[in-house]
């Protein structure tokens, strides 16, 4: 399961965890505080803000060479990315700083800090093992020629599998930059997984926003995203030449958070090419 839904609402996993520690660390430093100490509630908050500061700032420094030519970007969080260390890195150093500086708060903060860092960790980790165990679904689809294609079919090469909709915004904005990657990496198949439209609607969107999209296929259903336990879009799905999964990410892909998410291919060994179970069309 990649996101929690509750009616017509829905969250990423890694989203709700970070959440969830933040109100932990809250609510165990508000418990300590009661034996003696000040409230390190509002302290928490900044510490956390300081820590997603430092996370994009890390990810910015890393990934620059994609900011560099819109440097815009850099303030659209949008694309996810983060990275954690940095933000970990300063959220402690914040933490002993405030505790230095206010003795009232070292015993309150400390064990609200590690209690809310602690469950963060092990239920990332937890959460990582889990998505890493789960395999490529068995869902028949349909490619733009009408005809049933299994999802199985494409396996024997490194996979990325897009679940989208035209009436998606964080999609439409996304697509040119998925479609840059199918260009500019062969090694890799790209299958543009469209939710529940039909073929025509899905045409007249790439004829008019000049996409040209290799092995775009058709979920009538949406089978595949409650396959994946996913029913946020867009969602993206990385997965090895056997179909285990790699990585998800959840949400709009930047040229940045695009690179560091194929990186989950690095230590995938290298295969020869493979004939696709479908027409070689522009959107087949």
Known sequence: MLTFTLGTFAIALNHLLLISALVLA????????????????????????????????GFVAVYWAHYRSDPWQVIDLRDGGFLAWPGVIALVLAALYRGWRRPGLRRPLGFGVASGL??????????????????????????????????ADYKGGPLVINLWATWCPPCRR????????????????????NQAESMQSVSTFLETQGLSLSNVLFDGSGRLGQAVG??????????????????????????????RALENFDSVPATSARKLPCPASATC
């Open 26 to 57: 809250t609510f165990v430093g508000w418990r300590v505080a009661k034996r003696g100490g000040e409230n390190p509630e509002s302290v928490l908050f900044s510490l956390f803000l300081i820590g997603m500061l430092a996370a994009r700032i």
């Open 118 to 151: 602690a469950f963060w960790l092990l239920a990332t980790f937890s959460l990582t093992i889990y998505e890493q165990g789960t395999r490529l679904p068995e869902i028949t689809l349909r490619n733009s020629a009408g005809e049933t294609v299994q999802l």
């Open 174 to 193: 996304e697509m040119p930059v998925l479609e840059d990657a199918q260009m500019q990496r062969p090694d890799l198949t790209f299958l543009f997984v």
């Open 230 to 259: 996913s029913m946020a879009l867009p969602t993206t799905l990385f997965y090895s030449p056997d179909g285990r999964l790699l990585g998800s990410h959840l949400g709009e892909l930047s040229q940045a958070s695009l690179a």
